[in-house]
């Protein structure tokens, strides 16, 4: 195995550690609107909507 080999093997490494964080921090700003959505969906089928009044 040569430095190239080395190089690349370290760059994809932490580009893929890079990503893989950006997405878990994006989902976790996410998350309470996801929660929300989801709770007014199940309230829905439920037939316990507001009628669309906030």
Not at 21 to 39: F, G, H, S, Y
Request: glycine share 12%; net charge positive; charged share 15%.
């Amino acid at each position: 195995m040569d430095w190239n080999a080395v190089t690349l093997f370290l760059l994809a490494t932490f580009g893929t550690i890079s990503l893989v964080t950006t997405q878990l921090i994006t989902l976790a700003k996410q998350l309470p609107e996801l929660v929300d959505a989801l709770r007014k969906l199940r309230e829905s089928f439920r037939g316990g909507g507001s009628g669309g009044t906030a």
